[in-house]
C-alpha cells in the first residue's frame, strides 16, 4: 500500500488500484496521521483538527472514521485481530507505514540524505525523482483545515529548499545551461531567497553567460535594497567577485580538486554545520517581521518552516541556531497565531532536550527566551504558564551570567512577558523597559531599544503619567524612522488617543465623539499591521472605556466584534439593552482574566458589572484581585485605551462587597 498527500490525498493498492477511503472527514484523519509522522495523535488533537466547533458527539464520529479506515486500509484481516497500519495508541491513533509508503516521508528522506551526503552519487537524480513526485498542493483537497495549511507552508519551504539543493548537486558535477530555465523560475517565484539568486547566477557563468550572471546579481542586489532595504548577505557578494575574477571554486568540484559546494548552492566555503539555508530564511524573517502587515505574517510563517526544516535534519545543534535566531520584539502578551507560538515552542523544547545538560549556555538561553518569548500570557495556563515563566526566569539568570547584552536583552524581552502574573506590576515592567533601553544604548540594539521604549510608554500610561509615557513614545518614534520599523507609529498613535480619552473627562478636553473617531481611525491602521492578536477586540474595548469615563452605558453596536474579551463586556452589554437577567446569568459565567495586559481592565468590568448588579461576592473577589493596583489605570498598561483609575472600580466593589460582609447570594 502506498499513501500520496503530495496534491490531493489518496491511497492506492500494490497493483496501483486506488482504495476507497470514504468522505472529506475520513480522508481528513488519514492525512492527519500522516502529518505526525508516525507519532500518536490524541483523540482531542484530532477532535479540535476536525471540527473548529466540535458536535457533541464528535468522538463518537471519530471513531467511526478510524473504523472505516481501518476496513479500507487492511480489507484482509481477520476480525478481532489488531490492526496494524492505523493503531490504538495511548490516548489516540497512529499511522504505522514504511517512510518508503508515503509520498511526503520519501521526499523528505531525499532531501535530508542529500543534504548529508552531497557527494554520493546519484543524490540528485533521487532528490529529482523526489520532486517529481508532487502532483500539486499538498493537502490539496484539504483546503480550510489549518493544520493543512500550517503544513503546505512548511513543505513548500522544503520543497524550495529541495530545488536548491538538487540544482547544487547538479551544478557541482557540471552541469549549467540545462539549470538555466528552472531556477529562473524558481528566483522569479522566490525573489527573497538569495540562494535562489546565487545557483541561477552561477548556472548563467557555468553556460559562458558572465555578462548575465553578473546582471542576475545586481538584479537581485537591487530588489533587495528597494524592497526590504537590505543589502545583499555574504554569499551574493562573494559569488559577484569569484565570477568577475573567474575563480576556480565556480568550476565542477571534480574538475577543480574541491569538496561538494554547500547544499543550498551558495558559492565558497561554509564552516562545517553551516547549512545556509533554514538559517538564511531566518535571518530574512527577522528583518521582515519589523515590516509588518503581510511581511509580518510571512516572517512567522518563514520562521516557524525554516526551524521544522532544521530539526528534521537531526542537527540539533543547527535547530538551536536557527529557532534563536528569531529573536524579533515581542510587546504584545497575546500571540497572533496561537498554534503556530505553540509549534515553535514544542520545537525549543524538543531541541532543549536533545541537546542536554551540557547544551552550551548561549544556546540554551536563546530556547528558553524563544519559549518565554512565545508563550504568551494570554494563551497559556496551568503547567505551560509555569514552564513559560521558569523559561523565563533561567534565560535570564544564564544571560546575566554570560555577560552578553544581545543575549540579556532577548531574555529580558521573554521576562517581560512573563511578568503578568498578577495585576499591579507596571513597576517592575518599567525597570525591565528601562534595563533593556540601557542594554541597547549601550550596544547598538535599536530593535530592543525600540522595544524597551514601548515597554516604558505601557509603564507610564498604566501609572497615569501621560506625560512620561509622551516622551517615551517619541524616542521610540525617533529610532523607528531611524531604523525603519513601520509598526512604531501605529502603537503611539493609540497611546495619544487613549491620552485624549482620558484628558476627555475633564474640564477643556476633547469631545467623547472625537476621541472615538480617532480610536475608529487608529483601528484602521492596526487592523493592516499584521498583528491580529493585539488588533482584535481591542476597538470596542477602547470604546467601552471611553464610555465608561463619561458614566454612560456599554457600546450596543451588533457590528462590534468584542473578540476575546466578550466574557468580560458582556453583563455591562447585555445591561445597556435591559436585560437584567441574562446580564446576571453572563456576569456568573465570566471566567477569571488571563495574565496579560488587560487583567486589570476585564476585573474591572467585572467589579463594576457586579456593582450595577449587586453581586457582593462577585465584587469581593474582584476587589481581592485589583487592590495591589489601586494606584494603575484600568486598560491603560496597554498603552492604548483606559477605563479610567482601578482605584474607582476597587472602591465602588469594596463598597458592594461590604454591604454584605464579603459575601451573599448575588453573584
Given at each position: 500500500m502506498r499513501i500520496d498527500v503530495l496534491g490531493a490525498v489518496r491511497a492506492r493498492r500494490e497493483d496501483g488500484g486506488e482504495i476507497a477511503l470514504g468522505g472529506p472527514r475520513h480522508r481528513e484523519v488519514l492525512a492527519r496521521l500522516v502529518a505526525a509522522e508516525g507519532r500518536m495523535v490524541t483523540t482531542d488533537a484530532l477532535v479540535g483538527d476536525l471540527w473548529s466547533d466540535p458536535p457533541a458527539r464528535a468522538v463518537?464520529?471519530?471513531?467511526?472514521?478510524?473504523?472505516?479506515?481501518?476496513?479500507?486500509?487492511?480489507?484482509?484481516r481477520a476480525p478481532r485481530t489488531p490492526p496494524k497500519v492505523l493503531v490504538t495508541e495511548g490516548p489516540g491513533y497512529a499511522l504505522r507505514l514504511p517512510r518508503g509508503a508515503v509520498d511526503v516521508y520519501r521526499f523528505e528522506d531525499a532531501l535530508a540524505a542529500a543534504r548529508r551526503s552531497p557527494a554520493s552519487p546519484g543524490g540528485a537524480d533521487v532528490l529529482g525523482d523526489a520532486l517529481a513526485s508532487w502532483r500539486g498542493v499538498p493537502y490539496a483537497d484539504l483546503p480550510d483545515a489549518g493544520w493543512a495549511q500550517r503544513e503546505r507552508t512548511r513543505l513548500e519551504e522544503l520543497r524550495s529548499q529541495a530545488v536548491e539543493v538538487r540544482a547544487g548537486l547538479l551544478l557541482d558535477s557540471g552541469a549549467g545551461a540545462e539549470l538555466v530555465?528552472?531556477?529562473?523560475?524558481?528566483?522569479?517565484?522566490?525573489?527573497?531567497?538569495?540562494?535562489?539568486?546565487?545557483?541561477?547566477?552561477?548556472?548563467?557563468?557555468?553556460?559562458?553567460?558572465?555578462?548575465?550572471?553578473?546582471?542576475?546579481?545586481?538584479?537581485?542586489?537591487?530588489?533587495?535594497?528597494?524592497?526590504?532595504?537590505?543589502?545583499?548577505?555574504?554569499?551574493?557578494?562573494?559569488?559577484?567577485?569569484?565570477?568577475?575574477?573567474?575563480?576556480?571554486?565556480?568550476?565542477?568540484?571534480?574538475?577543480?580538486?574541491?569538496?561538494?559546494?554547500?547544499?543550498?548552492?551558495?558559492?565558497?566555503?561554509?564552516?562545517?554545520?553551516?547549512?545556509?539555508?533554514?538559517?538564511?530564511?531566518?535571518?530574512?524573517?527577522?528583518?521582515?517581521a519589523l515590516a509588518g502587515g503581510d511581511a509580518l505574517v510571512l516572517s512567522r510563517r518563514d520562521r516557524l518552516a525554516a526551524a521544522e526544516a532544521a530539526e528534521r535534519t537531526g542537527d540539533a545543534v543547527l535547530t538551536a541556531r536557527v529557532i534563536g535566531a528569531y529573536d524579533v520584539p515581542a510587546i504584545w502578551s497575546?500571540?497572533?497565531?496561537?498554534?503556530?507560538?505553540?509549534?515553535?515552542?514544542?520545537?525549543?523544547?524538543?531541541?532543549?532536550?536533545?541537546?542536554?545538560?551540557?547544551a552550551p549556555a548561549g544556546l540554551r538561553v536563546r530556547l528558553l527566551a524563544t519559549i518565554a518569548v512565545e508563550s504568551r500570557p494570554a494563551d497559556s495556563s496551568g503547567p505551560d504558564a509555569e514552564r513559560a515563566r521558569a523559561a523565563a526566569r533561567e534565560a535570564e539568570s544564564l544571560a546575566r551570567g554570560l555577560g552578553d547584552p544581545e543575549l540579556l536583552a532577548f531574555a529580558l524581552n521573554g521576562v517581560f512577558l512573563q511578568?503578568?502574573?498578577?495585576?499591579?506590576?507596571?513597576?517592575?515592567r518599567d525597570a525591565i523597559g528601562a534595563e533593556l533601553v540601557e542594554l541597547a544604548t549601550r550596544r547598538e540594539l535599536p530593535a530592543h531599544g525600540i522595544l524597551g521604549r514601548l515597554v516604558r510608554l505601557q509603564s507610564a500610561s498604566a501609572l497615569g503619567d501621560l506625560d512620561g509615557a509622551e516622551a517615551h513614545a517619541r524616542e521610540a518614534e525617533r529610532l523607528a524612522a531611524v531604523h525603519e520599523s513601520p509598526l512604531v507609529p501605529v502603537l503611539t498613535r493609540w497611546f495619544r488617543v487613549r491620552a485624549d480619552a482620558a484628558r476627555s473627562a475633564g474640564p477643556g478636553g476633547p469631545s467623547a465623539a472625537s476621541v472615538a473617531a480617532a480610536y475608529r481611525a487608529a483601528d484602521e491602521?492596526?487592523?493592516?499591521?499584521?498583528?491580529?492578536?493585539?488588533?482584535?477586540?481591542?476597538?470596542?474595548?477602547?470604546?467601552?472605556?471611553?464610555?465608561?469615563?463619561?458614566?454612560?452605558?456599554?457600546?450596543?453596536?451588533?457590528?462590534?466584534?468584542?473578540?476575546?474579551?466578550?466574557?468580560?463586556?458582556?453583563?455591562?452589554?447585555?445591561l445597556a439593552r435591559d436585560t437584567a437577567e441574562e446580564a446576571r446569568a453572563a456576569l456568573a459565567a465570566t471566567p477569571e482574566p488571563p495574565h496579560d495586559h488587560l487583567q486589570e481592565a476585564l476585573w474591572c468590568l467585572t467589579a463594576h458589572a457586579a456593582v450595577l448588579l449587586d453581586a457582593p461576592a462577585t465584587a469581593a473577589r474582584a476587589a481581592d484581585a485589583l487592590r495591589e493596583a489601586g494606584a494603575e489605570d484600568a486598560g491603560a498598561a496597554t498603552g492604548m485605551l483606559t477605563l479610567g483609575p482601578v482605584a474607582r472600580y476597587l472602591a465602588s466593589a469594596e463598597a458592594c462587597a461590604a454591604r454584605a460582609g464579603g459575601s451573599g447570594t448575588g453573584g
Open positions: 463518537g464520529a471519530l471513531r467511526t472514521f478510524v473504523a472505516a479506515l481501518r476496513r479500507a486500509l487492511e480489507p484482509d530555465a528552472e531556477l529562473a523560475a524558481h528566483a522569479g517565484e522566490h525573489p527573497w531567497r538569495e540562494s535562489a539568486w546565487a545557483l541561477l547566477a552561477r548556472a548563467l557563468y557555468r553556460d559562458g553567460r558572465t555578462a548575465d550572471a553578473l546582471a542576475t546579481l545586481r538584479r537581485a542586489r537591487t530588489l533587495l535594497r528597494e524592497q526590504l532595504g537590505l543589502d545583499p548577505g555574504p554569499v551574493l557578494r562573494r559569488l559577484e567577485q569569484d565570477i568577475l575574477h573567474r575563480a576556480d571554486a565556480l568550476e565542477p568540484f571534480h574538475a577543480a580538486g574541491r569538496p561538494p559546494s554547500p547544499p543550498a548552492g551558495a558559492a565558497g566555503p561554509v564552516p562545517e554545520g553551516a547549512r545556509l539555508g533554514p538559517r538564511t530564511t531566518v535571518d530574512l524573517a527577522r528583518t521582515l497575546r500571540a497572533d497565531d496561537p498554534a503556530q507560538a505553540g509549534a515553535v515552542v514544542a520545537a525549543a523544547a524538543r531541541t532543549l532536550t536533545a541537546l542536554g545538560p551540557q511578568s503578568f502574573a498578577r495585576p499591579g506590576l507596571a513597576a517592575r491602521a492596526l487592523a493592516a499591521a499584521g498583528m491580529p492578536g493585539l488588533h482584535r477586540g481591542l476597538l470596542p474595548l477602547a470604546l467601552l472605556g471611553l464610555r465608561l469615563l463619561h458614566g454612560r452605558p456599554a457600546p450596543v453596536d451588533e457590528r462590534l466584534d468584542w473578540g476575546p474579551y466578550r466574557p468580560w463586556a458582556a453583563p455591562l452589554v447585555l
